[in-house]
């Protein structure tokens, strides 16, 4: 089979000829259809991310080998079985659940892979969906997906969807909280989407791009936006909110800058949810947080029933996720630079 | 009657004459008989924390106003009651929550209004129990205490003691758990004995002071202790955790030295409890936060609930809070500056 | 002032002169615009509820005293305030939150009100609102009104919403959930809207009257609907949910006749929420509840809390409260007919 | 290998010869050591339970196939593992964790496989613990437990403390809750450690006989007792509760007679855990369930994860699981006799 390898960080990613997997046990091997083009992918990439104190964090200590096979957000049909893997059968469309751990630690047990201890995600740790094929460990990380729903959308479900559905939930929103979400891009447009369709809660955007809290109010249904570049944020978010401040921010960026603003606008008790990969550090006042009660909240990603979950609204039309460009297998490299350019709104996919 | 007043920040409290007042509507006039003296009666006195940056963060830009009667853990009897107060009568003894809110906020709504947006907290913003008497708002902010039960020990239910169940309540631990208790002074003891009670977690108290780890382990039932001065706090917690690291910190301490630790041995998913009102700055690495699945959660105090559950628990034995030193009411400086000297081992107590 | 009140039970309403209440200490009279008349107050007309083995349950058993002015569901403007009272001021437009409890017990502490050991509500054990004014015990049970929103249909927000909101909240649905709502009148319609704006879950109407189910369709949002006269219903939901039962169950009949139908298409797992106040009894198979591991979950209104946020969905158009009929005070027995004889499509409001 | 099977309902069970498994993919062959004789295997032999107007409810209604080799609580040693599987060595001594579910429905999907929509539990639906060799289809599904560790005793946390503590989460209890246990037999005993170790409620234990009472002061720490064959239980628990009624209620008997009694001791707000398979029915107030909002909650066994943390608290000493009597495999008939005799107090292990 052929795969699309990230082989040295930095470097051009190569097309490798790579033996077919043969699914064993309860493995499952997956014709990929789809393969989302993630912001993580871009960091695998470039080698690292940016730590405090000026350090570059490397994703080999973290336990990433290269060469690798990039692409976690997977969509394709069944192509094989290992002997004792059940449910499932040849052709079935299927959407991959790649967070997958290794099984055995308290995050694991009760269903959040996603943040076990010893992660093995595909596309990760594992060997991805950049390829012809991709074999997962079991076929418990597979959920049918309708004949009807387009595959190149649902793949996006198990990232960038996820990531927004975890941090909305993360963010334990109830009907009368002004929440603000920071990143108006795939990422942000998703959470609003869901935010409005799981939470009463009321939403404002903010982003520095006019284009783009345009989208969050049509495609999102932001009830209020607000541009950190014209306005001074903090002062924005004061008025919006009757000089209470915010009840939770979601920061999609988590950028030093952006968080240092997030921390200036926030009402008692406020849970600041921090998802974007961004990196930087903060300069965190401690006898705020007890005297305030806030809450800083990382969020990684989703679990399986929360996918599950995702699909369920996707099927029902309750949210749109929006696939902009599609790439070849030989374009990967082409798809990591756009993307890493800013070239890409909405989500770029690879078929192979 | 007469009270010690912080007349100025800084210099000693003033024994003064005041009038007496007289309750009306729902108020309720107790006489008081303990009233504990508290770590956060020193920031009251010293007009300020330490913020981030060097930067002092003054009790007055946070709506404190001088003189002021400090006093927030008070247990006494009942003198007097408004025409609407109700359900109790002169002479019943009574723990008084002083943690009282404005009442129309979202956390007032639900009954934590210690973390009220406009707080009104007896001894913090309004007359609190350094006095002969106080004036609690609402009959509804009394419980009654045993007619056994020593009333100095009571006293500390309201805020020692409710700190520390509010910072168990939320590091929210399991049984299979590794917490570490960072500072083994009278609140962590507190919290190692509620979390031996309500949570079946395994406890490592850390601290500077081998007699405080003795008294964790003896008083505080915990299951292990280190000297942070004479070890490496995150060698030894990774040794003691097999390698995993802990799955909760609660840090009575909250300084940049402590907490900079804290950050070092965590567990994936760990929760980080902020409580101390030490102060001074975090560089937070915020990539680590999502990728970690961190939790930074700022505990204030407890909510009536809280420490009704306090009062239950302590009537059956099942936490024993201690009182070490009493004092009268022109000894308030004098107690003041012993806590902050650290020569008060546990709590304590202005007998007016 | 004038009020409407039950003297005795089954009697017509009297309208009697009464003298107006002057507010003291946190009180707060206000001046009826709207008070919706509710099928509870019919149960309180005619004294009692039916109870299991054929008994009749006594209102006067649990407490209520007649004379009686019924009515708890009330808007209006305020008229005076008590000395303690604060934070509103003469003519500021009010919703009243009619479900006040004594203020000691557990679930009061955690402002649950609606769920006291001691209840004092409005209409029910204390003077309601089918009066020209209502006095409130504190200003804490008041939420100021938008002046643009209808009086009448704010009304509705403290009972009927409230009920539909607390029973959707006690039915803890996820996105994936199939639930069942059993009676698509007011409530249930109700119910409906608040389930599609703050879960994801699809939503399964069951009446017996098909212009219901339209209504269910077309102003609830129902996904689907089932009429249980002419369809068997547990055919009906085991085809819906692909053989798989309803994950929940929110039942605004709750007669002896629905439940046991409820009882036979539940999925494992399954919470049935029961909120009507029909009554008769239910032979339940204990064994059943561990095997299955069902939850049966009684519901009552719902807290202050979930009313602020009510009003907050309101004012934002998330959910339409109906309001299909007026009345004036000396007509309230003639409501009362129209309501028990299912003659009032909405809610029916007496304007005094 | 030799297993004692059920044949058919109602006969002795007959010691066969089995071929051993041999395991493959995930799969893990564990030679028995201790299989814990449990209550619910009396059903299993008896082919049913005793449901709702007098019916018998089947097993094979439920999928039991026969001839079925029972035991669900089974401790061993390590004989071999498939390629799959990992983590463990030959010879590890392990727990197994038995209510294994299908691993495709929301239960599964969150851990809580005991509550899987087509459960495959070890010793129910596939060959179970009376036997000496038992096949565990993933490693996942394994615990180790420490050298020092008693494996009869270990072999009683699968199901006998794990109901227990499942039984007690449901419970939800808090430190001023007064919860009553029905029945204090091995799982309420067990219950009641787990409570005193886990919330700070006080216990109110009820038995029929005083030697299981005075068990229940002495080794489950009940805080008082009541002999419901010698007092009028409503009566008793209504002293108890200075009239209050209990907070919440475990009946590990689940009886029509005792659930009867239940309902009529209960504060407003009460959950009643029904766990017990004894079977009956219960005539249900159905209004009574709005207006005093209980909840009735059906309780079976516990998640991998309970599992996990109830081997934590006994390798700690928090609770202390009690083995009575030990059998050999072709004692396995007598066994279940005198458990069904009401001779075993404790538990009973076959020790194949």
Same mark, same amino acid.
Not at 46 to 64: I, N, Q, S, W
Not at 118 to 125: E, Q, T
């Given at each position: ?47 690292? =991310? ?28 069944? #192509? ?32 959040? %892979? ?10 990760? =740790? ?48 109830? @009907? ?27 939403? /404002?955007?903010? #982003? ?10 049509? #495609? ?12 001074? @944020? ?15 921010? /979601? #920061? ?7 968080? %240092? ?28 947080? @007890? ?5 800083? /909240? ?20 309750? /949210? ?33």
């Amino acid at each position: 089979m052929k795969a699309a390898r990230i082989v040295k960080p930095k470097e051009s990613l190569q097309v490798q000829e790579l033996e077919t997997p043969k699914p064993k046990g309860s493995q499952v091997l997956v014709k990929v259809h789809s393969s989302g083009v993630c912001h993580s992918d871009i960091h695998l990439w470039e080698g690292g =991310y940016e730590g405090p104190h000026g350090l570059f964090l490397k994703t080999t200590d973290r336990g990433v080998k290269y060469p690798l096979t990039p692409g976690h957000e997977i969509a394709g049909t069944i #192509d094989s079985l290992g002997e004792q893997a059940e449910a499932f059968s040849k052709n079935d469309k299927v959407l991959v659940y790649p967070w997958i751990g290794e099984g055995l630690c308290p995050a694991c047990r009760v269903g959040d %892979e996603n943040l076990c201890d010893k992660p093995r995600s595909l596309g990760v =740790y594992a060997e991805g969906g950049y390829a012809e094929y991709v074999l997962v460990p079991s076929y418990k990380y597979l959920v049918k997906i309708d004949e009807g729903m387009d595959m190149d959308a649902a793949a996006t479900l198990s990232c960038s969807a996820l990531t927004a559905y975890g941090a909305v939930k993360n963010a334990n929103l109830k @009907p009368d909280d002004n929440v603000v979400i920071v990143g108006a891009g795939g990422l942000g447009l998703m959470a609003m989407q869901l935010a409005k369709a799981v939470t009463g809660a009321r939403i /404002i955007a903010m #982003d520095i791009g006019d284009d783009k809290l345009k989208a969050a109010k049509e #495609d999102g249904g932001a009830d209020d936006v607000v541009n950190s570049k014209k306005e001074d @944020p903090v002062k924005a978010i004061m008025e919006l909110t009757d000089k209470l401040g915010a009840d939770a921010v /979601i #920061d999609f960026v988590n950028a030093s800058k952006t968080v %240092e603003a997030d921390m200036q606008f926030l009402r008692r008790r406020a849970s600041v949810v921090l998802v974007g990969l961004f990196g930087g550090e903060l300069k965190l006042s401690l006898v705020s947080m @007890p005297t305030r009660a806030y809450r800083l /909240i990382g969020s990684y990603t989703g679990s399986l029933n929360d996918m599950v979950e995702l699909v369920s609204l996707a099927k029902r039309g309750v /949210i749109k996720p929006v696939v902009s460009e599609r790439f070849k297998l030989n374009q990967a490299t082409e798809a990591l630079s756009k993307l890493k350019d800013g070239k890409i709104a909405g989500r770029g996919v690879i078929n192979p």
